[in-house]
């Protein structure tokens, strides 16, 4: 009996031992390490701003207080960023990508280029759900519905190669009727934003808390105008702009508009750590990015930039991501349609 207790004793010790030395591993394990934060698109942009703003931030919510950096790489739409994250990053807890979570659609619906399983990928968090809202240029002659409606021409709005600033106005053109003419192939919001301003474009339908940080002036002036807000419920910066769905004529166009854009709103701007990566380290990263939105620092940062935080957790875009494999395979091949 005695020397049972004993060897149980040591079993207990070396145990502890071994969980001691674990904890003080991954204690220290960022200490003297640089974190890389790769973003789908160009510089200037609304991601490419939350981006650096939580990178000037984060790592102090961090044991080891590890350098955050932020590497742009742009293209196809934040795909190209997407498939590096998935195959070519080390899941070794120093990469975050930040890419369009429309792409997780995209690759449910089996569109190309998507080199990735969605629900493979470790979920960090997201600053905001998409709010959409549509920004059309004073010069266009555009300023309201009633005018968009009536348009003798189609309106060009300005696109990266996917995402909600693609799949919103194509499902507003399917759903709504609206006169629209995408233009696809902008690397950022910024290249759209001059675009737009040298007449090339009449606007384009993006997250509404990028659009009042980076196009601030425009607003402030009245020459750029926010026509359509693509969300549920009207936001509280634009209490009388008209919601897309009340628009809605039929169930097959509120559908549409709810699966499409409204439930797709909440994974629109993941940060993700590429699979494989040690659950230990991403749970550190899920804390801390939650703390760094917290922080009073970064929150008065935030408030000069205009970058409103209501985060959704990482495990609340697991939850999503996984739920993208259940829609109703009648409305998923309406949509598929649509955005094809």
């Given at each position: 009996?005695?020397?049972?207790?004993?060897?149980?004793?040591?079993?207990?010790?070396?145990?502890?031992?071994?969980?001691?030395?674990?904890?003080?591993?991954?204690?220290?394990?960022?200490?003297?390490?640089?974190?890389?934060?790769?973003?789908?698109?160009?510089?200037?942009?609304?991601?490419?701003?939350?981006?650096?703003?939580?990178?000037?931030?984060?790592?102090?919510?961090?044991?080891?207080?590890?350098?955050?950096?932020?590497?742009?790489?742009?293209?196809?739409?934040?795909?190209?960023?997407?498939?590096?994250?998935?195959?070519?990053?080390?899941?070794?807890?120093?990469?975050?990508?930040?890419?369009?979570?429309?792409?997780?659609?995209?690759?449910?619906?089996?569109?190309?280029?998507?080199?990735?399983?969605?629900?493979?990928?470790?979920?960090?968090?997201?600053?905001?759900?998409?709010?959409?809202?549509?920004?059309?240029?004073?010069?266009?002659?555009?300023?309201?519905?009633?005018?968009?409606?009536?348009?003798?021409?189609?309106?060009?709005?300005?696109?990266?190669?996917?995402?909600?600033?693609?799949?919103?106005?194509?499902?507003?053109?399917?759903?709504?009727?609206?006169?629209?003419?995408?233009?696809?192939?902008?690397?950022?919001?910024?290249?759209?934003?001059?675009?737009?301003?040298?007449?090339?474009?009449?606007?384009?339908?993006?997250?509404?808390?990028?659009?009042?940080?980076?196009?601030?002036?425009?607003?402030?002036?009245?020459?750029?105008?926010?026509?359509?807000?693509?969300?549920?419920?009207?936001?509280?910066?634009?209490?009388?702009?008209?919601?897309?769905?009340?628009y809605a004529k039929t169930e097959e166009a509120r559908q549409l508009i709810q699966v499409g854009i409204h439930d797709a709103a909440d994974?629109?701007?993941?940060?993700?750590?590429?699979?494989?990566?040690?659950?230990?380290?991403?749970?550190?990263?899920?804390?801390?990015?939650?703390?760094?939105?917290?922080?009073?620092?970064?929150?008065?940062?935030?408030?000069?930039?205009?970058?409103?935080?209501?985060?959704?957790?990482?495990?609340?875009?697991?939850?999503?991501?996984?739920?993208?494999?259940?829609?109703?395979?009648?409305?998923?091949?309406?949509?598929?349609?649509?955005?094809?």
């Open positions: 009996m005695k020397n049972s207790c004993l060897k149980l004793a040591a079993a207990w010790l070396v145990i502890l031992l071994f969980a001691s030395f674990s904890l003080a591993e991954n204690h220290e394990y960022y200490r003297g390490k640089t974190v890389r934060i790769i973003v789908g698109l160009s510089a200037g942009g609304g991601f490419d701003v939350y981006a650096r703003t939580m990178a000037r931030h984060m790592g102090k919510h961090i044991a080891g207080n590890p350098t955050f950096i932020v590497d742009n790489m742009p293209g196809a739409g934040s795909m190209i960023a997407a498939n590096h994250v998935y195959k070519a990053a080390k899941p070794d807890g120093l990469t975050l990508g930040h890419f369009v979570g429309s792409l997780f659609m995209q690759q449910i619906l089996g569109r190309p280029g998507a080199e990735f399983v969605a629900t493979k990928y470790e979920f960090v968090g997201s600053p905001i759900p998409e709010k959409t809202a549509c920004a059309l240029n004073k010069s266009g002659g555009v300023i309201n519905m009633d005018q968009w409606f009536s348009a003798k021409a189609p309106v060009k709005l300005g696109a990266t190669g996917s995402g909600p600033i693609v799949d919103v106005p194509k499902i507003l053109k399917a759903a709504l009727g609206l006169p629209i003419q995408l233009v696809v192939g902008f690397k950022g919001t910024a290249e759209i934003r001059l675009a737009a301003e040298s007449g090339e474009l009449a606007g384009a339908c993006w997250s509404w808390d990028a659009i009042k940080s980076t196009w601030a002036k425009a607003l402030e002036s009245g020459d750029l105008n926010i026509v359509l807000q693509a969300v549920p419920k009207a936001l509280p910066d634009l209490p009388k702009i008209p919601l897309a769905i009340s994974i629109a701007r993941p940060f993700v750590m590429p699979p494989g990566t040690p659950k230990d380290r991403v749970q550190i990263m899920r804390t801390a990015f939650l703390a760094t939105l917290k922080d009073p620092a970064f929150l008065s940062e935030a408030e000069k930039s205009k970058l409103d935080v209501d985060p959704v957790t990482g495990e609340g875009l697991e939850k999503i991501v996984a739920g993208l494999n259940k829609i109703d395979p009648a409305t998923l091949a309406k949509l598929k349609a649509v955005l094809d």
